[in-house]
């Protein structure tokens, strides 16, 4: 590379870790969290013996697997103005992606809960234990080990996912890399940059996941 492209990188080295810091890591947790408690009401609901919700939540999960996430992303910001509905960028992205890791998710989390040997709730019904404290004590704990490998491919795919933001003006990592690049096109370079980031994000998550496996096998009955 000519030194005007290392110069031009030095110089957006900043502007881009600013963005992932205040963007693009804050979209994927805000995200993700709301997404894992829409996953969570969306798996009992489909888990649930009330026929109509159950069936509300396959219908949930089949329209978010079966529809692109670009799609829903611009659903949320262009197209629910129409209905006098609208929302800033972040809130929009934010919202799309919260619906999207929410209907994944609540696959992994009843597979999870299933996993988990009918005898335990026998067992938690026998000592008085009612459906939510069996479920908050005994359940949920145990399956949180099980669901804790998928559910971290899920926020890394998310992580990678935010890029998308983009496209609807939220100044995450890959909106600065695009406007940075775009006076000298020289996109090779800082999406480069981006790459790096993306990459590094995603290496702490997968160490994290390492960790939070490792503190979770207390709570599995051998």
Do not use: H
Request: proline share 6%.
């Amino acid at each position: 590379m000519d030194p005007a492209t290392w110069e031009l990188i030095a110089r957006n080295l900043w502007p881009m870790l600013t963005a992932t810091v205040t963007q693009t890591i804050p979209l994927t947790a805000i995200s993700f969290v709301f997404g894992l408690v829409i996953a969570l009401f969306v798996a009992l609901a489909r888990l649930s013996s009330i026929k109509p919700l159950s069936w509300l939540a396959r219908v949930y999960i089949s329209l978010i697997r079966g529809t692109p996430l670009l799609v829903q992303l611009f659903i949320v910001f262009y197209a629910l103005p129409q209905l006098g509905v609208t929302i800033d960028p972040f809130p929009s992205a934010v919202f799309a992606f919260s619906l999207n890791v929410g209907g994944y998710a609540a696959e992994v989390i009843r597979a999870a809960i299933l996993s988990i040997p009918k005898g335990q709730w026998e067992a938690a019904e026998t000592i008085g234990m009612g459906y939510s404290r069996t479920l908050q004590r005994v359940i949920l704990p145990q399956a949180a080990r099980t669901a804790v490998p998928p559910l971290s491919n899920t926020l890394i795919s998310l992580v990678k996912d935010t890029s998308l933001a983009s496209t609807i003006l939220v100044t995450e990592l890959l909106r600065v890399a695009q406007l940075a690049a775009a006076p000298t096109f020289d996109f090779f370079a800082l999406y480069g940059v981006a790459a790096v980031y993306y990459w590094v994000v995603c290496l702490v998550l997968s160490f994290a996941q390492v960790r939070l496996e490792g503190r979770l096998e207390r709570y599995v009955a051998r």
